[in-house]
């Protein structure tokens, strides 16, 4: 192990040991110390369900990237475990980025992007990004001696060799595949598709994708493939991409596109571009495929543009809930992955309740809860619910019913910065009643709109002592509420 690694271990062991666990999420996986962005290698290794994260232990804030580490049987409870890479080689020295891992022949195998500098002929330094391997047994992971292998210079001439990140890796009969992040000529995202037989030799294929239009950002970054239902999905998380009325607001967003792919020729015949998730806080999501079949999903729940951490707290980033993905209706839906269902205690339950002006319910409260709220229909024209509150601070979420418009509002969720704090959406089919499932851990709040149609994940800064829900109503209308607290 390199010494920069071993200082790592060092540092986050002692650390973690001075932490107070109820300051940090309960079932969401956070920064062990420091910082995390983006999940990285979430797999399947040795029956057991891994997930590593770009980290950076000395500060609250980006650094030289390492890859930090934890592991569950049941995406709920997580085991934190050592850190697992350091940029401490030569063709990692600016940083170990994000990629993916796959089990190989008894071993888990890590494909990451490594980003150093070279010197240019003109005398001028130049970031180059390349992708290396390393092998490992679920905890330690040496890299391989003949990394990079995966060069800028496969790529077209008119490709960056300075964008060219995040490798996602799969494996299809007797071959691997990889696609990888790019910019190519005008600065428009695209991903190409690798092949190989042994994880080590790679033969670029082609550009399985681009922006055509110019409307989808700038570099694509974190791209993952794979079919889902009879469809294909190529995902990725755009930097710079313009809003459009109620889409893609977050500025660096996360999208998807279902199409239809020709295995042999590697085209890929793409729809429209969908937002994954309408909050405030969502990025570089990642999937794996777990043995019951299941295409699960997770994300780093942040933006890389506002942050809510309190000036107090000394760890900053978490991911989403591993969430089950499905085609429905030409669209992905999502819900939390199904094993949080047995960590639902203390039923409280309401139905057909009516909410007039400002109510509170009994029992209805709570920091760590999974709570469905039905809206039947009525007269009413605003509906709105407080969580996360008490008479100093709040999170709102309002639906204007003539609009269509549901509104999060985190104005007083305790950030003290001038960031983004509201964000409207259209809600999708408003020919039903309205359902909405929030998911609660201390620092977030998780959204599922009409069983998974929608998404809107948001982070909060708020004191724990803020844990009430008020609802309102400008006129009567009943509502069914489903309250379990999430006890591990
Ligand atoms: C996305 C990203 C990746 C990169 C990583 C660096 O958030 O910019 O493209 O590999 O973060 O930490």
Redesign the pocket.
Known sequence: MSDMLEKARKYETEKLAHTDKNTKPLFHISAPVGWI??PNGFSVYDGKIHLFY?YYPYERA?GP?HWGHSATSDMIRWEQLPAVLAPDQEYDKI?C??GSAIEADGKHVLVY?GVTKINMPDGTVQERQNQCIAFGDGINYEKYEKNPVITGDTLPENCSRIDF??PKVWKEDDTYYLIV?SKGIGQIGQVAIYSSKNLTDWKFEMMISDDSTGKVGKMW??PDFFPLGDKQVLIC?PQNMRAEKYEFHNG?NSVYFLGDYDKKQHTFKKEEPYALDYGLDF??PQTTLLPDGRRVMIA?MKS?DACVVPDTQDWEGMMTLPRELEVKDGQIWQQPVRELEAYRKNLCRYESETIEGETILDGVNGRTIDMTVTINDGEYTTFSMKLACNDEYETSYTYYKASEILEIDRTYCGVTKDIVCVRRLKIKDTKRPLKLRFVLDRQSIELFINDGQQAATTAIGTPLEADGIRFFSDKAVAIDVEKYDIVL
């Open positions: 962005n983006d770009q980006w990237m940083g980025f994000s992007t990140r995040d992040g970054e974190c998380s660096h990025y570089a780093w890389w």
